[in-house]
């Protein structure tokens, strides 16, 4: 508030006045006065509140603004300067000649000159009063009244609220402030909510008797229905950015708007349970994914436990335990709760349990977590500690059925805090388990269905490695990390006659046990037609005529017989990639490509093709799953493979060593493909040692 002083006194700039609002509700005066007793200061509120200008009342004696005159001004001063602050009321005196009361207050300070004034400020009384009363009524009515009052910032944090409002919520008030809205309460439909306060602040329209569905954190029990009014604080005197609020609990009398809440909230679980449970055809990680679905929204614990029926035609006998094995759980629950749901692994329920009672109708149900339950349905003591400890009040126990057999059961449990389970509760958690039964059933089929594929598949592999004194030989075999992991890829190292060994790498089109088969059938008959010393083309016929025969549409095939007498190898392909050939010079070579059609398709010849090898050549035979891959193509991948064989290595290098380190570099983690590698380094017949193998 700029001030004004006698001629030649330089300003000090403002004067310090009381701050906010109430200078927007009451003219404030504030006026200096000398050791004299004389007027050294008059700002503009001094001329409103006594009417004179400046140049009449500077240099003046302060007597002439009270009734009392002179005596009355050396006695404010006075009580400034003894008492270091002073406050109260005496009659004023204006300009016309008028007697009004008034407000001071007055405090000494150092003037610029370096002598003692007195700084006043004055108020009339009736402005002041109007404004303590607007203040005290402001407070009742924060302190009392029934309706939720709350003050929200730019950010839509709790800034300010009243006691209705927390207790509405559950929660003090001291655990509101600087939390945002969805930390305290969720609102069945938060994105619209969030928009509605957001155009309050933005657009400056109040929103009046908007009704709002939501369930208080602090009061998870609780589902409510409020009215809300909000408008905005922006530009309100003396406050910040933001929005004010009155809220009213209207539950009773919106009871159909919760129902409907209630309903969405259900659907919107189903839906989530429709997207997220059955990811995968794991059985393991299909359970998890019904425990996450289901908390923290319908309950606060959940496991899910798989029957140990002896057999697939077993029966429920009533009269029996019932035996189950844990396969997933969760809780939101502190401890001990952890410890009840995952602290065991396998379950005897006896007979007359919850569990038996519903296996026996087939659908839900529910009991609250008593004596009469612990002792039916737990058969430890020490769990049955757990289960009282675990602050679980309630259970609801679902059968997970798919095609007429109960697969396992799914365990819901809520806490004291929560409502017990209602009918419809019971009806959710039948249609959770439902879905989660079908999708754990095919996880279960695909589960034997790979135990068959892999067992047959290690059958019909080699099950050594291959040794021969003219070659040193490394295989590997990668199943691809996709659905179904066991492929067609095949391999084999068949001892011959006459210092010959027969490599051959193929790849029947397809997964699981179809491929499996055909590439079982292949290689048994590669095997026993190359003890027939059939020629590699003659192979690959007799092969394709079986491939036609067994309807194996599509298959690739390498064959190769190395002479370790002359060390020439002969080779015929049918559709596979190429052979590679790292010479001892580290250079590598291609041969083969082209020979000949894919098994299956028939009507096209073979051929064979010779190359002679030098000692200590490493030979390298692989399937498609090792240069081609989702962004390269085979010729990169071929390359790629050249670049890894070619890398320095001495004769007596480890060829076990350069397989891992090709499908290293060569390969995903987990592969895209089944893939195939067979190294071999071939040598010859010492010239002074001609015996054929032992």
């Known amino acids: 508030m700029p001030a004004v002083r006698p001629e030649g006194e330089q300003a000090q700039g403002p004067f310090p006045s009381e701050p906010g609002t109430l200078l927007e509700h009451v003219s404030v005066a504030v006026f200096g006065i000398d050791e004299d007793g004389r007027v050294c200061h008059w700002g503009p509120g001094a001329r409103d509140l006594f009417g004179h200008e400046a140049a009449e009342v500077l240099t003046r004696s302060a007597g002439l603004l009270l009734a009392a005159g002179p005596e009355e001004a050396a006695r404010l001063t006075e009580r400034a300067r003894t008492e270091g602050y002073w406050r109260g009321r005496l009659t004023a005196r204006h300009r016309e000649g008028t007697d009004f009361a008034c407000g001071f207050r007055v405090f000494p300070l150092t003037g610029a000159t370096g002598r003692s004034e007195v700084l006043a400020l004055a108020s009339r009384s009736e402005e002041l009063d109007r404004v303590k009363t607007n203040l005290a009524f402001l407070d009742a009515l924060f302190m009392t009244c029934p309706i939720g009052l709350v003050m929200l910032d730019e950010n839509l944090r709790y800034a300010h609220l009243n006691q209705a409002l927390a207790d509405m919520d559950g929660l003090p008030v001291a655990e509101h402030l600087g939390r945002g809205i969805d930390e305290v309460m969720l609102v069945s439909d938060a994105a619209e909510f969030r928009r509605m306060l957001h155009g309050v602040a933005d657009d400056g329209v109040p929103v009046i008797g908007a009704l709002t569905a939501l369930r208080p954190l602090g009061r998870p029990d609780q589902d409510q229905v409020r009215s809300v009014s909000f408008f905005p604080l922006t530009g309100a005197v003396g406050t910040r950015p933001g929005l004010g609020g009155l809220i009213m609990d209207v539950t009773d009398r919106e009871r159909a708007i919760l129902e409907a809440a209630a309903g969405r909230r259900r659907l919107a679980l189903l839906d989530r349970a429709s997207t997220r449970i059955g990811t995968t055809l794991d059985v393991g990680r299909t359970a998890a994914e019904l425990v996450e679905v289901a908390m923290p929204e319908f309950c606060d614990g959940a496991v899910v436990e798989i029957v140990e029926w002896m057999d697939d035609n077993e029966l429920f006998d009533p009269a029996l335990p019932l035996l189950t094995r844990r396969i997933a759980f969760g809780t939101v629950l502190p401890p001990p709760a952890d410890e009840l749901v995952g602290g065991v692994e396998r379950v005897r329920y006896p007979p007359g349990s919850a569990v038996h009672d519903m296996l026996r109708t087939g659908r839900p149900v529910s009991s609250v977590v008593d004596e009469a339950f612990l002792a039916r349905t737990v058969v430890i003591e020490e769990r049955a500690r757990l289960i009282a400890d675990s602050g679980i009040a309630c259970v609801l126990v679902a059968p997970l059925i798919a095609r007429g057999t109960v697969q396992g059961i799914a365990l819901f449990g809520r806490s004291a805090h929560r409502p017990a389970f209602t009918e419809d509760d019971l009806a959710l958690a039948g249609e959770l388990a439902s879905r989660a039964a079908i999708c754990l059933d095919n996880a279960r089929l695909y589960s034997r269905v790979q135990d068959i594929s892999l067992t047959l598949q290690r059958a019909l592999l ?11 030989v490394a295989h590997r075999y990668l199943p691809g990390g996709r659905m179904t992991e066991v492929g067609g890829d095949w391999y084999d190292v068949i001892e011959l006659p006459d210092h010959r060994i027969a490599l051959v790498v193929g790849d029947v089109m397809g997964h699981g046990i179809p491929a499996a088969a055909a590439m079982g059938r292949l290689r ?40 370790a ?42 051929r064979t093709a010779e190359i002679e090898l030098p000692e200590h050549a490493v030979l390298a035979l692989y399937t498609d799953g090792l240069i081609e891959s989702r962004g390269r193509d085979i010729e990169a991948g071929l390359d790629a493979l050249r670049a890894e064989l070619g890398r320095p290595a001495g004769p007596a290098d480890p060829l076990e060593a350069m397989a891992d380190r090709v499908l290293a570099s060569l390969l995903p983690d987990p592969p895209a493909d089944d893939t195939v590698l067979v190294l071999a380094r071939v040598h010859r017949v010492p010239r002074t040692s001609p015996q054929a193998f032992p």
Not at 593 to 602: A, H, K, Q, R
């Open 565 to 606: 007498t002359t060390g020439r190898a002969r080779i015929a392909g049918a559709g596979h990639p190429p052979l590679l050939i790292r010479h001892p010079d580290g250079t590598v070579g291609t041969f083969g490509e082209g020979l000949g059609v894919p098994l299956g398709v028939g009507g096209l010849p073979f």
């Open 462 to 472: 080699p099950s050594a490695q291959a040794t021969s004194p003219y070659a040193d």
């Open 524 to 563: 048994i008959t590669t095997k026993a037609l190359a003890r027939h010393e059939v020629e590699p083309a003659a192979m690959l016929g007799e092969l394709d005529a079986l491939a036609r025969e067994a309807g194996i549409e599509l298959a690739t095939c390498l064959y190769l017989v190395y002479d």
